[in-house]
């Protein structure tokens, strides 16, 4: 039986979101590609403001973008920069917001340079634009100090070398030890630490940072930028004595002086007994051969003058000024013994003239007199006082006689109006006016009830007549 003819079925058509597809696409390249190595050259680095590390790598057919996080950053001995040929290990993801594909980057080695040595490099190089190295900035060591600060590991040979050369070279210097590791991680903090310690306290005169020789891993605590700007800030003077003769780390450029090892930083902080005597000596012959180059240069000068014609004639005028000089001291002298013999005679007279008068005859007389004067005088006030009390005796009769109070006491009375003015007459008042009465003893307040007046006050008053009744309040 022949089948009929069936035309094949069409496949089922997926449609992708762009979410979706680019999600898928991330997938399949972050299981491919976790640990990647990738070598090429550095482009278009730049740093975002988070701390990441935003470049290109490229070589010369392809490029991909990469992105190096700040905790990753962080760990890296040396920077990025452009033009640097670099291996880097990471993995490849895709930037969904972009549809980028990128390379996330955990490690990065230079091809060709070691990192530490590309790190110092580019240490130095900034640090040096920023004017750390500046010899001007450097300060000179003290001629004698009294406390050396030494800076390195208790453990090492370099602190018994320099303990032995300073108390060889000068036995009474005293040596301030500040223990640390000098390689290793938190050795660099310590060093640190250790600098800012002596320049807040101020202990020493001069400061040694040392350790032994070693590879440029063991000396890197010497290369970072926390020591350097400790040793640059610090204001004691520092002598770095790192490693050998051949080993330069970035703690010798920011130091005041380098020295090639530890024990030729001893050497430098104090010389020695015979250095000084020597030194000393050729101080004095210095001085003496100035002294006598200005005493010979004094004297020719002097020979000069004595020779010159201009030198002779202020001489001479010298001579002419001295002796009008002495002319006008004995002048001066014969004038004033003058003036004391005028003076000497007129004291004489003086004195003769008070000889003559006798004082204390004089002084009785005006005694006597002064107390005869003070008896009369004591006689008039006397009677003056005498004769003022009788008058005042009289004028007190006389007042008490005039008093108004005292006729009260004969039943007479004082009457004021409301206004408190003494009332005289009948028409000062108003009828159911309050008048007050002053008595002998004691007051009144009444009320005028009736006014009478007498025939004159009727023709110029109102009329009124009648007895005034006053009612008591």
């Known amino acids: 039986?022949?089948?009929?003819?069936?035309?094949?079925?069409?496949?089922?058509?997926?449609?992708?979101?762009?979410?979706?597809?680019?999600?898928?696409?991330?997938?399949?390249?972050?299981?491919?590609?976790?640990?990647?190595?990738?070598?090429?050259?550095?482009?278009?680095?730049?740093?975002?403001?988070?701390?990441?590390?935003?470049?290109?790598?490229?070589?010369?057919?392809?490029?991909?973008?990469?992105?190096?996080?700040?905790?990753?950053?962080?760990?890296?001995?040396?920077?990025?920069?452009?033009?640097?040929?670099?291996?880097?290990?990471?993995?490849?993801?895709?930037?969904?917001?972009?549809?980028?594909y990128q390379f996330y980057v955990e490690h990065v080695e230079p091809v060709g340079l070691?990192?530490?040595?590309?790190?110092?490099?580019?240490?130095?190089?900034?640090?040096?634009?920023?004017?750390?190295?500046?010899?001007?900035?450097?300060?000179?060591?003290?001629?004698?100090?009294?406390?050396?600060?030494?800076?390195?590991?208790?453990?090492?040979?370099?602190?018994?070398?320099?303990?032995?050369?300073?108390?060889?070279?000068?036995?009474?210097?005293?040596?301030?030890?500040?223990?640390?590791?000098?390689?290793?991680e938190g050795a660099a903090g310590e060093i640190v630490q250790a600098i800012r310690y002596f320049d807040r306290t101020q202990l020493a005169d001069v400061l040694i940072l040392a350790r032994g020789g070693g590879s440029l891993e063991d000396l890197w605590a010497f290369n970072e930028e926390n020591v350097a700007r400790a040793i640059v800030a610090c204001t004691i003077p520092i002598i770095t004595g790192v490693?050998?003769?051949?080993?330069?780390?970035?703690?010798?450029?920011?130091?005041?002086?380098?020295?090639?090892?530890?024990?030729?930083?001893?050497?430098?902080?104090?010389?020695t007994r015979q250095e000084f005597d020597a030194h000393l000596g050729d101080v004095r012959e210095k001085i003496a051969q100035l002294l006598r180059y200005r005493l010979l240069q004094s004297s020719h000068r002097l020979r000069d003058l004595n020779l010159h014609r201009a030198a002779r004639r202020l001489e001479d005028a010298l001579r002419r000024r001295r002796q009008h000089t002495d002319d006008l001291v004995a002048q001066l002298a014969a004038?004033?013994?003058?003036?004391?013999?005028?003076?000497?005679?007129?004291?004489?007279?003086?004195?003769?003239?008070?000889?003559?008068?006798?004082?204390?005859?004089?002084?009785?007389?005006?005694?006597?007199?002064?107390?005869?004067?003070?008896?009369?005088?004591?006689?008039?006030?006397?009677?003056?006082?005498?004769?003022?009390?009788?008058?005042?005796?009289?004028?007190?009769?006389?007042?008490?006689?005039?008093?108004?109070?005292?006729?009260?006491?004969?039943?007479?009375?004082i009457c004021y109006g409301s206004a408190g003015n003494v009332v005289q007459a009948a028409d000062q008042v108003t009828v159911g006016e309050e008048i007050r009465v002053q008595l002998a003893r004691g007051r009144l307040g009444a009320e005028v009830r009736r006014r009478e007046l007498s025939a004159n006050d009727n023709l110029q008053g109102n009329g009124e007549t009648g007895a005034e009744d006053l009612r008591k309040k």
């Open 1 to 100: 039986m022949v089948k009929p003819f069936q035309l094949p079925l069409m496949p089922r058509r997926t449609i992708w979101s762009v979410s979706d597809l680019t999600v898928r696409i991330r997938d399949l390249l972050e299981g491919e590609f976790t640990d990647v190595f990738v070598e090429g050259e550095v482009s278009n680095a730049h740093a975002a403001q988070s701390g990441h590390l935003y470049f290109t790598l490229k070589d010369n057919r392809a490029q991909i973008r990469c992105v190096c996080f700040r905790t990753q950053l962080a760990r890296l001995k040396f920077r990025p920069e452009d033009g640097l040929h670099v291996t880097v290990r990471g993995s490849i993801s895709v930037y969904e917001s972009r549809g980028e």
């Open 114 to 184: 070691g990192a530490l040595q590309l790190a110092f490099d580019q240490l130095k190089k900034r640090l040096d634009a920023e004017g750390l190295f500046d010899p001007a900035r450097k300060k000179a060591l003290p001629v004698l100090p009294q406390c050396v600060g030494l800076i390195t590991s208790p453990s090492g040979a370099a602190v018994r070398d320099i303990v032995r050369i300073l108390q060889r070279r000068f036995p009474n210097l005293h040596v301030v030890l500040y223990p640390v590791r000098v390689q290793g």
């Open 243 to 271: 490693g050998h003769e051949t080993d330069f780390t970035i703690a010798d450029f920011a130091a005041d002086i380098r020295a090639s090892t530890p024990s030729a930083a001893a050497e430098m902080v104090v010389r």
């Open 335 to 413: 004038a004033l013994r003058g003036q004391l013999q005028s003076f000497e005679r007129r004291f004489e007279t003086s004195l003769a003239r008070l000889a003559a008068v006798d004082f204390r005859a004089r002084l009785r007389a005006a005694a006597v007199r002064l107390e005869q004067r003070t008896t009369a005088l004591e006689v008039r006030i006397g009677r003056v006082l005498a004769a003022k009390g009788q008058l005042l005796d009289k004028f007190v009769v006389q007042l008490e006689e005039r008093n108004p109070l005292r006729l009260l006491e004969r039943g007479y009375a």
